[in-house]
C-alpha cells in the first residue's frame, strides 16, 4: 500500500505561537474531535446499533423523569408539613394532592409516549386558543395569590392555565413553524404569525404579574425559532428587544426593582422590604445542609424562615435535609434528562419533531436552572418552579405530559421488535404522504 506523502511542517515561530495549520495548532482541534469520537462511541454502545437498538434513551429519560417525581412527592411531604399542621390542616394533605397529580400525570404521559406525535398537530390551533381563552379567563375569574393572579379555582382545586400554555404553545410553534419550512429565511415568515401568537400569551401572563412564567415562555419561543433554523441575526435584534422591555417593566414596577436592588447590594429596600429575605434563609438552609444533611424531615428553615417552602425554594430544603449528595443527585437527574432528550432531538430529521422535542428540551431544562439560580443567589427572586419537585399540581402535569411528547419520539429510535406498541396511529391523507415512487412498485 502506498503512503500519502505529508507536508513537511516548519518550525516554531520565535514569539511561540504556532503557525496556522501546524501539528500544535491543530491538537485543540483534535482533542475535541477525540472527545465527540468518545461521546457518539458512548452512546453507541449504551443504546445498540441498526436493528439491536435497546431503546436506552427511552428508558433513560423514562428512569430521570420518575425519580425526579418520586423525590419530589418526599420532599413536599417533609416541606409542607410544618405549615400544614400550623394552619390545622393533615400534614399529608399536600403531599397527598401532589401523588394524585402525579398518578394522573404518569398515566397521561405513558398515553402520550404510545401515540404518533404527527396526531398531535391536529390539536396545535385548539390547544393554543383554549390556552389564550383560560389565560384571559383567569384576570376575569382569576385567584391572586402572594400578587400573582394565575389560578383559577374549581370546586377547591386550582389550576394554572399559564403551565398548560407552555405546552399548547410549544405543540403549535412546532407545527407552524414546520409548516412554514424553508420560507423561513424571511424575516416576514418568521415575524408571522408565530410572534404575535407568542407575545399575546406572554402579555396575558404579565398581566397577572408573572414575570418567571413569563420568561419561560420566552424561552420556549426562542427555542422554537432555534430548532427551526431561523437566521442567527433575528435573535441579536429580539435580544435587544426583549433587554429593553425587561428593563422597562422592571423600572416602572417598584416591587421588581426592589428584588433587584436587595439581590445586587445584599439589604433592604429604601421602604424597609427585604425582598431578600427568601434568598438568604434559603443559603442558610443550603449552608446548614453539609455534606450530607441534617437529615430527611430535619429541616429548621421550613419553620416558617423560607415562605413557602415547598413550592419555589424546595431546592433550599433539599440541600438541607440531604444535603451537598442531594442536590448533587437532583442536579445528575436533570443532567440524564437533558442529554437523553437531546439525543432524541439531534436524531429527527423531521423540523416539526425537532423543534418539538427541541423546545421541551429547553423549557424543562431551562426553568430548573433558573430555579436553582434563584435559590443559589445568582439571580433575583422569581417564582419559577422546579419541574417535577416543586408543589403545583398544575406544573407537574404538565412537565409530565411534555415528557410523554418526547418519549413517543425516543420509541421510533428502538429497534421494532422493542418498541412498545401504540395506542392511536396516524394515517396520512390518500395522494400525499403514502404515495410510493414508480420504481418501486412491483412489475405485474
Known amino acids: 500500500m502506498v503512503s500519502t506523502p505529508t507536508r513537511q511542517q516548519g518550525a516554531t515561530p520565535k514569539g511561540g505561537k504556532p503557525r496556522p495549520g501546524s501539528t500544535a495548532a491543530r491538537q485543540p482541534a483534535a482533542a475535541g474531535a477525540q472527545l ?97 381563552l383560560l389565560l384571559g379567563l383567569v384576570q376575569v375569574v382569576g385567584t391572586e395569590i402572594n400578587g400573582n393572579r394565575n389560578w383559577i379555582d374549581l370546586g377547591g382545586i386550582t ?95 417598584s416591587n421588581r426593582m426592589c428584588r433587584i436592588t436587595s439581590w445586587w447590594t445584599g439589604q433592604s429596600c429604601a421602604d424597609g422590604i427585604d425582598a431578600n429575605y427568601q434568598a438568604t434563609n434559603g443559603m442558610y438552609g443550603l449552608a446548614s445542609g453539609g455534606w450530607l444533611g441534617v437529615g430527611l424531615g430535619q429541616s429548621r428553615q421550613k419553620y416558617s424562615w423560607i415562605p413557602e417552602a415547598h413550592n419555589d425554594f424546595i431546592f433550599a430544603i433539599i440541600g438541607e435535609e440531604l444535603g451537598l449528595v442531594g442536590t448533587v443527585v437532583v442536579l445528575v437527574l436533570f443532567a440524564i434528562l437533558g442529554a437523553a432528550i437531546y439525543r432524541v432531538v439531534v436524531a429527527q430529521e423531521d423540523m416539526f419533531h425537532r423543534v418539538l422535542a427541541g423546545t421541551i428540551m429547553v423549557w424543562l431544562l431551562g426553568q430548573a436552572t433558573v430555579n436553582m439560580s434563584v435559590v443559589t443567589g445568582l439571580m433575583p427572586v422569581i417564582g419559577v418552579p422546579l419541574p417535577f419537585i416543586s408543589y403545583g399540581g398544575s406544573a407537574l402535569l404538565m412537565s409530565l405530559c411534555a415528557v410523554g411528547v418526547v418519549l413517543s419520539l425516543a420509541r421510533e429510535q428502538m429497534a421494532p421488535a422493542m418498541r412498545p406498541k401504540r395506542m392511536l ?20
Open 159 to 253: 389550576f394554572q392555565p399559564s403551565e398548560a400554555a407552555k405546552l399548547a404553545l410549544a405543540l403549535w410553534l412546532a407545527t407552524v413553524l414546520a409548516r412554514k419550512g424553508k420560507l423561513l429565511s424571511r424575516w416576514q415568515h418568521v415575524l408571522v404569525p408565530a410572534i404575535p401568537m407568542a407575545a399575546i400569551v406572554i402579555v396575558l401572563i404579565l398581566v397577572g404579574n408573572d414575570l418567571g412564567t413569563a420568561m419561560i415562555i420566552m424561552m420556549i419561543m426562542a427555542a422554537a425559532l432555534f430548532f427551526a433554523g431561523v437566521p442567527l441575526y433575528l435573535f441579536g435584534i429580539a435580544g435587544i428587544i426583549a433587554a429593553a422591555g425587561t428593563a422597562v417593566m422592571a423600572v416602572t414596577s
Open 36 to 132: 465527540r469520537t468518545l461521546y457518539r462511541r458512548f452512546w453507541s454502545t449504551l443504546e445498540g446499533t441498526g436493528k439491536s437498538r435497546n431503546g436506552s434513551t427511552y428508558y433513560l429519560i423514562l428512569g430521570a423523569t420518575l425519580a425526579l417525581t418520586a423525590i419530589g412527592i418526599m420532599m413536599v411531604l417533609s416541606a409542607s408539613s410544618v405549615e400544614s399542621i400550623a394552619a390545622g390542616k393533615s400534614p399529608y394533605g399536600d403531599a397527598l394532592k401532589q401523588g394524585v397529580f402525579a398518578a394522573i400525570g404518569i398515566f397521561t404521559m405513558f398515553v402520550l409516549s404510545r401515540i404518533n406525535v404527527v396526531w398531535l398537530k391536529r390539536l396545535a390551533w385548539p390547544a393554543v386558543g383554549a390556552a389564550v
Open 425 to 444: 396511529k396516524f394515517r396520512p391523507k390518500p395522494g400525499r404522504d403514502n404515495k410510493q415512487p414508480k420504481n418501486s412498485r412491483k412489475r405485474a
